[in-house]
């Protein structure tokens, strides 16, 4: 097929191929641009169409997928503004390595809980059951649960402000309690 036919059947398309990628875009320019790369990308595959009877159907798909493309890498760039017309604060972000840290360092005391604690601290505060879903869960006590709680997250907080571990004693040792007379 030579050009005069590839313009006999593209050229009478070209208003609604406008008409549809303006709704597309939603911007007029960038509908155009669309429209020329779209055209642009039909000359150079005319002779990669599967059917002649499919003209319209072909061109409107390379339309689409030129437009998807375009969407997707937008999306992935994020919004692109002038840097004159951004205000400074809004172009600083907090460094993330802190916190990043202070993640894995909780992970980590987690991991150092009684499983009885660490169990109720993680359904409850992370997976946000209430006391009585933790409770049947669980199989025990709303009471019980409540306990563990408060003790398991006393613990975390000691450890996270950098207090030491409390040691078990020694059989034979001190003990930790007195009788008073």
Same mark, same amino acid.
């Given at each position: 097929?030579?050009?005069? #036919?590839? =313009?006999?059947?593209?050229?009478?398309?070209?208003?609604?191929?406008?008409?549809? !990628?303006?709704?597309?875009?939603? #911007? @007029?320019?960038?509908?155009? #641009?669309?429209?020329?790369?779209?055209? /642009?990308?039909? &000359?150079?595959?005319?002779?990669?169409?599967? *059917?002649?009877? %499919?003209?319209?159907?072909?061109?409107?798909?390379?339309?689409?997928?030129?437009?998807?493309?375009? =969407?997707?890498?937008?999306?992935?760039?994020?919004?692109?503004?002038?840097?004159?017309?951004?205000? $400074?604060? /809004?172009?600083?972000?907090?460094?993330?390595? $802190? !916190?990043?840290?202070?993640?894995?360092?909780?992970?980590?005391?987690? %991991?150092?809980? @009684? *499983?009885?604690?660490?169990? &109720?601290?993680?359904?409850?505060?992370?997976? #946000?059951?209430?006391?009585?879903? +933790?409770?049947?869960? =669980?199989?025990?006590?709303?009471?019980?649960?409540?306990?563990?709680? +408060?003790?398991?997250? /006393?613990? =975390?907080?000691?450890?996270?402000?950098?207090?030491?571990?409390?040691?078990?004693? $020694?059989?034979?040792?001190? @003990? +930790?309690?007195?009788?008073?007379?």
């Amino acid at each position: 097929m030579d050009m005069k #036919d590839l =313009l006999a059947l593209v050229e009478p398309m070209v208003p609604t191929l406008r008409r549809y !990628a303006r709704a597309l875009m939603h #911007d @007029p320019h960038l509908a155009d #641009d669309l429209v020329q790369d779209c055209l /642009e990308r039909v &000359v150079k595959r005319w002779e990669q169409r599967r *059917h002649q009877d %499919d003209t319209r159907q072909w061109v409107f798909s390379i339309a689409h997928n030129l437009a998807m493309d375009w =969407l997707r890498q937008q999306r992935r760039r994020g919004l692109h503004l002038a840097i004159e017309d951004v205000e $400074e604060k /809004e172009m600083v972000t907090p460094a993330a390595q $802190e !916190a990043h840290i202070r993640h894995h360092e909780l992970l980590g005391f987690l %991991d150092r809980l @009684p *499983h009885e604690q660490r169990s &109720v601290i993680l359904l409850v505060s992370v997976e #946000d059951f209430s006391y009585a879903e +933790a409770a049947k869960a =669980l199989d025990i006590p709303i009471g019980t649960v409540m306990s563990r709680l +408060a003790r398991g997250r /006393e613990r =975390l907080l000691r450890a996270m402000e950098g207090e030491p571990r409390q040691q078990k004693p $020694e059989r034979g040792s001190q @003990p +930790a309690l007195r009788r008073l007379k």
